[in-house]
């Protein structure tokens, strides 16, 4: 035998948690990408939408490493399609930070002042709920080393809930902000009421995504 | 033939050789979890391995040097006259010691044991056809070579759900580590006990019998499990965390695994490198061949030699390669990796089963692995691992076949 550590394949839980902190960096530049925008400052909103950009494209690149090294041949603790999908949900939070952006960066926008702070607060619900995904995902080696089940598997499952209950609440918040918008309309033109409502459902998908995630770890994790 | 004495010592140099390359490689190999946890600096696992190496060879070693010697191909099935069995032994030594170095610098899978039964049955062919080899055991062996593997993974899959479920995710963490974890030593320190007083002592004149070893066995496991119950106790007195005493208690275990998985190579893979030495030394020069004779110690004691100056003067190097690389392994899927292996070369070596010390390492690891306690295993890698074990034995017969030939041209 050449060598025994040619058994043991390389971790790709490394990876995974490399990849949710890249997402997380993401996601931490909306807020101020939101507050320069919503002021009228296009070019240093632009800036950080740069910078968006280029994290979710660090992050696409880890995400390419990992499935390049995960082959079939590979015996892992969860079954190979769990951990690639576990991946992509948790990349569809990165993709909507970016599509945000995308969009508020197709037209110069304003918004109604009486608008500003149910936005700013909808998107730190959103938030939230990707701050306790991601607290998930940082967590997998430990998930891992107690097998996927017990105690541990316990609490992370009750993080999921508190996940699946903050989406709950940003679905709510969505649905009233929308209603808000479309009682401002007349002070609006129809282009940036329906853009703006566009932006409010691609916020959603930030904590639909980190729901997804939460789902998707529910079923890797054993119940005996 | 003339010169018997400096045949003889060409003979225990090449086999001497051989050890050599088993001690660089295989005990290598096993250390290797050891030092990537962190339980073991380099040097204290040479010194380890060295000493539990030794132990294992002297103690429970000619069980299977006996089957290579005499078990695969019998004496008694040569003319005396024609020295074809010392020659074919010899042929067996030199051909696994090429077909080794060979695949060692290729940088292939090849298992010694594998490769040294195959030379003796190649040479068998040979020298006297099919005949003289002895299938029944061929086949027992071919058996143990797919069996060791297998038993190495659920036992290290057992104990691991068992450590896991009772000790590590226990509900009660406290009576766990006060109630489960000595019990749990006890049994430990029993079989590894018993392992080597079972049939061990022979080789010293010290037979015992068997419930007498069953009995010391017991009595040092308790032992044991009195002493962590003692030590437990106290630390919690000082309120030490209780996770923090099981994994301590774990990094100890491994210490133990890993001199355990020594001494099962020792016993197992000595046989490699001075069975052909030991049927050579048994018959060389006598009027008629018998099987009666056991392991002479000097045999051993030159295998054992031989696999530790070659560990400490290349294989320590390949633990610093294996232990870097192996960087997953916590004490606990380490324990359990290798007591796993251990006990099952261990138990085939005195059913004087010679089998691949590593293989059946892989195989408790998968074990583990099973159990989702690794992150990942190479499941190609253990392919090829099983694809070499049909090439690596006609290859060792090829070999063999080869050498005896040039040898009976030359010296006839």
């Not at chain 1, 902190?21 to 530049?29: A, S, W």
């Not at chain 1, 609440?169 to 969505?174: E, M, R, S």
């Not at chain 2, 069980?63 to 019998?74: D, F």
Request: charged share 20%.
């Amino acid at each position: 035998m050449k060598k025994l550590y040619e058994v043991f394949g390389k971790s790709p839980f490394d990876p995974l948690v490399e990849h949710m902190q890249k997402v997380r960096e993401c996601v931490d530049l909306i807020p101020s990408f939101m507050d320069e925008y919503l002021k009228g400052n296009y070019d240093s909103a632009k800036k950080i939408f740069k910078d968006i950009c280029r994290v979710e494209h660090e992050a696409d690149c880890i995400k390419r490493d990992l499935r390049n090294h995960v082959p079939k041949s590979f015996l892992m603790p969860v079954a190979r399609a769990d951990l690639l999908s576990y991946l992509k949900q948790q990349d569809n939070i990165a993709d909507a930070a970016e599509d945000l952006g995308a969009i508020c960066m197709l037209k110069k926008l304003t918004l109604p002042k009486p608008l500003h702070e149910p936005l700013k607060e909808m998107i730190q619900k959103n938030l939230k709920a990707v701050y306790l995904i991601y607290e998930v995902t940082a967590e997998i080696h430990e998930i891992s080393e107690k097998g996927f089940s017990g105690k541990k598997a316990d609490k992370v499952l009750k993080k999921i809930e508190k996940v699946e209950y903050e989406e709950w609440q940003c679905d709510k918040a969505q649905m009233s902000f929308s209603k808000k918008l479309f009682e401002l309309e007349k002070k609006m033109d129809s282009t940036s009421v329906m853009l703006w409502f566009n932006i409010v459902r691609v916020i959603s998908k930030l904590s639909n995504a980190s729901e997804s995630v939460g789902t998707q770890m529910r079923m890797m994790l054993a119940k005996r | 033939m003339e010169s018997y004495g400096l045949f003889l010592v060409v003979t225990a140099i090449v086999a001497f050789y051989s050890s050599f390359m088993g001690g660089a490689n295989d005990l290598a190999n096993s250390m290797g979890t050891s030092v990537g946890s962190g339980v073991l600096t380099l040097k204290k696992a040479v010194l380890v391995a060295a000493i539990a190496n030794y132990a294992g060879a002297l103690l429970v070693g000619q069980y299977v040097t006996s089957t290579i010697a005499k078990g695969i191909v019998s004496p008694m099935a040569f003319d005396v006259g024609s020295n074809d069995f010392i020659y074919g032994m010899f042929a067996a030594l030199v051909s696994t010691g090429i077909f080794l170095h060979i695949a060692n610098h290729y940088g292939l899978p090849v298992s010694t044991t594998h490769s040294i039964v195959g030379a003796v049955v190649g040479f068998g062919l040979i020298a006297g056809g099919t005949a003289c080899v002895n299938w029944k055991k061929m086949g027992f062996i071919v058996i143990s070579w797919f069996s060791s593997p297998l038993v190495g993974a659920t036992l290290a899959f057992t104990i691991f759900i068992f450590i896991r479920r009772k000790l590590l995710e226990s509900k009660d963490a406290k009576r766990a580590v006060r109630l489960v974890l000595p019990v749990f030593v006890v049994f430990v320190f029993s079989v590894i006990i018993l392992s080597f007083l079972y049939k061990g002592l022979k080789n010293l004149n010290l037979g015992i019998p068997f419930y007498v070893s069953v009995l010391i066995a017991l009595v040092v496991g308790l032992t044991a499990g009195v002493f962590v119950r003692l030590r437990v106790i106290r630390q919690m007195k000082k309120k030490k965390n209780e996770y923090d005493l099981m994994n301590r208690a774990f990094k100890s275990l491994q210490v133990l695994s890993a001199s355990f998985v020594a001494f099962a190579h020792g016993a197992n893979d000595v046989g490699n490198g001075i069975g052909p030495l030991a049927a050579i030394a048994n018959n060389l020069g006598k009027t008629h061949y018998q099987t009666r004779m056991g392991i002479p110690l000097w045999v051993l004691f030159l295998g054992a030699t031989g696999i530790v100056v070659g560990l400490m003067v290349l294989g320590y190097r390949v633990i610093e390669t294996v232990g870097k690389k192996i960087t997953v392994i916590t004490p606990v899927r380490g324990f359990t990796a290798e007591f796993g292996a251990a006990t099952t070369v261990l138990f085939a070596s005195l059913l004087g089963m010679p089998v691949s010390t590593t293989h059946t390492l892989v195989g408790a690891v998968i074990g583990v692995g099973l159990a989702r306690g690794v992150d990942a295993i190479d499941m190609k890698v253990v392919k090829r691992i099983i694809t070499s074990w049909f090439v690596t034995v006609p290859a060792a017969a090829c070999f063999t076949i080869v050498i005896f030939l040039i040898m009976k041209t030359v010296l006839s």
